[in-house]
């Protein structure tokens, strides 16, 4: 159990660390520093158990909303600086239009995975956790246009493809790490059940005489069984700090 919470803080404080390295720190931030505490957890939860608690993912939201109300009101109301550039880490949230940005689209990916958590190939904890990845990927995760100096004036043009340029890299990256989580883990099955077919052999006819009609040994999964499904938590949260820190 020490050994396990050991690992869970070593891993927060080294993503807070690379975080604040890469891409600095700021009032938008907030909500990423979050994640980086509650990223180890939600992997182990969702790989267990294939579940993403409300407890760790929600509180996201509300640390997202004081991000970017802090860094809107720390940066003054919009045209107050009028001529001068926006430049720096967390530049995108420059006054209420890369706030608002933001929040547009976070909410559209958290429609996008609601509708596919509808259709039977997510949980709706999948859909939670991709609206808030997706704020605080808008927030501190701007990628091409995000080291050009911007004039003050050219905010509110500049801001929605300043957001939607890394989240697309985003999700992008989600469903290919998802697709190979699901070929990986496919093999991965396949070769165990050749190992515990081969198993149930050599222990002999008889043994496998006394097990009862249609038993499918230890190894079998019902039709209520929730093993062949992917969990996307891992894929979301590895492409998450894929793109924050690595692109």
């Known amino acids: 159990m020490g050994g396990n919470t050991g690992i869970r803080?070593?891993?927060?404080?080294?993503?807070?660390?690379?975080l604040g390295g890469v891409r600095g720190v700021g009032p938008a931030a907030v909500a990423a520093f979050y994640v980086a505490a509650v990223t180890v957890p939600l992997?182990?939860?969702?790989?267990?158990e294939q579940?993403?608690?409300?407890?760790?993912v929600l509180p996201g939201y509300a640390f997202a909303a004081l991000g970017l109300a802090w860094d809107a009101l720390?940066?003054?109301?919009?045209?107050?600086d009028a001529g001068a550039a926006v430049v720096g880490v967390v530049?995108?949230?420059?006054?209420g239009s890369g706030a608002v940005a933001v929040v547009a689209v976070g909410v559209g990916v958290l429609g996008l995975f609601v509708m596919l958590a509808w259709t039977g190939g997510l949980g709706m904890g999948d859909a939670k956790l991709a609206g808030l990845l997706a704020i605080v990927l808008g927030a501190v995760g701007p990628v091409g246009v995000a080291g050009a100096a911007v004039p003050a004036g050219a905010v509110g043009a500049v801001a929605p493809l300043r957001v939607a340029v890394p989240v697309l890299v985003w999700v992008v990256a989600v469903f290919l790490a998802a697709a190979?989580?699901?070929?990986?883990?496919?093999?991965?099955?396949?070769w165990s059940r050749g190992r515990e077919a081969l198993g149930r052999e050599s222990r002999g006819s008889e043994a496998l005489g006394n097990e009862a009609p249609g038993s499918e040994g230890p190894g079998s999964e019902g039709p209520g069984s929730r093993r062949g499904e992917v969990a996307f938590g891992p894929a979301m949260l590895g492409a998450f700090w894929m793109v924050v820190i690595a692109v």
């Open 43 to 48: 992997v182990v939860t969702d790989v267990r």
């Open 180 to 190: 190979l989580h699901g070929v990986i883990e496919g093999v991965v099955r396949r």
């Open 51 to 56: 579940r993403l608690p409300n407890a760790l």
């Open 9 to 18: 803080i070593l891993t927060a404080v080294g993503l807070a660390v690379a």
């Open 74 to 80: 720390a940066r003054g109301s919009p045209g107050a």
């Open 91 to 95: 530049p995108v949230v420059a006054a």
